[in-house]
């Protein structure tokens, strides 16, 4: 409760500092608007997540306090479970609200002078999606509490983001220092660094020089491999870890791999919304794209956690680590595919103009536009069906009485006629069968 009420006076906090350093931006002409968008994209994302830690602290609170349990089930569990023309209708109107979002912010984005309206629309644009995501991947399973619920998303909203940086930020420390002792062994390279460093000390303070200085060392094989290697296989190692933090906390509560499941998912959509948030809020002309492709990438953060979250109960009730083992296997997996293909499709389009690289890495760079395609289509069918399996899972609900209650009441008072005249035969003969009882007694005591 503490930790949840803390983290989001602190997240509002520095909301407001970004939401008052954009107004003085908007009020400066020599400010560059693109600085005063970003400033206000900024505070709408931590203002939007300081303030979706509220639920969770006011949960907490009233268990702490003695003031009733969270309800069981609540708004997620009433529209994940509808069916038929209901769950259309909030598949329209999340859809609807969802372009509309993205057609405006597409105008706004495009007015330098009207960027501070960029900040609700990026708040919608981003959090329409990961709700649609979240009812999707929940539809049909059974739900956990509303504190637990808020819990477990409030974990992957700012405990595992928090635990994933500091960790990431370590070992990318770690790698230079081991780097830099490497180089100091070879002396060749050490003075090609040396000179390297001497060069841009002395060059001109503009993106392009710096560019023609550092392309040849950009453009090396080795450097891409470097970089493939690190956000494609160690992020992804560490993220699968954490990014289900809450449910580790849960490891003893006898939960279900449905339920696993559930927990990962709304892990994962924290997860997303807080990447999200901060990932799209460069704003500019590219802002409705970037927001396109992050729909994509929560949906894989929600697959890859929910898996995760099924595995991990699997293992700790019914010690299936081998499952665990494969599913986080595929989950890095995934992730790294995902995050491999990105780097090469962007770094391809968008280099800069003084790099140039060899053809090679222009048709890796084509292929992996195709990649990401095939992967947005194959992980949304695998989450629709892996909810399908889940559900096909879970016990036949008991049928409901199809009774009205007003026939009840009708045949409550036909029946109260039929009592009372099976009750009055025995109400006449009873005096009788207690003076033959009173006889009997006496005989027998003679």
């Known amino acids: 409760m503490i930790l949840s009420l803390l983290t989001s006076a602190m997240l509002l906090l520095a909301a407001l500092v970004c939401l008052v350093v954009g107004l003085a931006q908007l009020f400066q002409p020599a400010t560059p608007n693109s600085l005063t968008t970003q400033s206000f994209?900024?505070?709408a994302g931590l203002g939007m997540c300081g303030a979706l830690l509220l639920p969770s602290a006011w949960y907490a609170t009233r268990r702490l306090f003695g003031l009733g349990k969270s309800p069981k089930t609540g708004l997620l569990s009433k529209v994940s479970l509808v069916n038929g023309r209901s769950w259309a209708t909030v598949t329209i109107v999340c859809f609807i609200l969802l372009a509309l979002a993205l057609l405006l912010g597409s105008f706004v984005s495009r007015n330098d002078r009207l960027g501070w309206l960029l900040a609700p629309l990026h708040m919608l644009a981003i959090g329409i999606p990961v709700l649609w995501l979240v009812l999707l991947g929940l539809r049909g399973l059974p739900h956990h509490s509303f504190q637990r619920s808020w819990g477990l998303f409030a974990s992957g909203l700012v405990i595992g983001p928090s635990l994933i940086l500091v960790i990431e930020l370590?070992?990318?420390?770690?790698?230079?220092?081991?780097w830099a002792v490497w180089v100091?062994?070879?002396?060749?390279l050490a003075a090609e660094i040396t000179e390297l460093a001497e060069r841009l000390q002395y060059?001109?303070?503009?993106?392009?020089?710096?560019?023609?200085?550092?392309?040849?060392?950009?453009?090396r094989p080795g450097t891409w491999l470097a970089a493939l290697l690190m956000v494609a296989g160690i992020v992804p190692l560490i993220e699968e870890i954490f990014k289900p933090i809450g449910l580790w906390f849960l490891a003893k509560r006898g939960l279900t791999p449905a339920e696993g499941f559930a927990g990962g998912v709304l892990s994962g959509a924290g997860f997303a919304l807080f990447e999200n948030l901060g990932n799209a809020s460069m704003g500019g002309e590219g802002w409705s794209a970037l927001v396109t492709v992050r729909i994509a990438t929560a949906l894989l953060h929600m697959l890859t956690t929910g898996l995760t979250g099924w595995a991990l109960v699997s293992a700790w009730n019914e010690r299936r680590y081998l499952r665990l083992g494969l599913t986080y296997g595929l989950a890095i997996t995934l992730h790294g595919l995902w995050n491999g293909m990105a780097i090469l499709s962007v770094g391809t389009m968008q280099l800069p103009e003084p790099l140039v690289l060899p053809d090679a890495f222009h048709t890796l760079g084509s292929v992996a536009i195709v990649g990401l395609v095939f992967m947005v289509l194959a992980n949304g069918a695998a989450y629709i069906a892996f909810n399908r399996y889940l559900r096909r899972g879970l016990p036949a609900p008991q049928p409901a009485s199809t009774i009205e209650p007003a026939a009840l009441d009708e045949a409550a008072a036909l029946s109260e006629p039929v009592a009372e005249a099976a009750k009055a035969p025995i109400?006449?003969?009873?005096p009788t069968l207690l003076a033959d009882n009173d006889t009997n007694q006496s005989e027998d005591s003679r």
Not at 170 to 178: C, D, R
Not at 427 to 430: I, N, T, V
Request: net charge negative.
């Open 41 to 43: 994209l900024l505070a």
């Open 170 to 178: 370590s070992v990318f420390v770690v790698a230079i220092i081991l």
């Open 184 to 188: 100091t062994s070879q002396p060749t």
């Open 203 to 219: 060059a001109p303070p503009n993106e392009e020089t710096i560019l023609r200085i550092l392309g040849p060392y950009l453009m």
């Open 427 to 430: 109400q006449s003969e009873l």
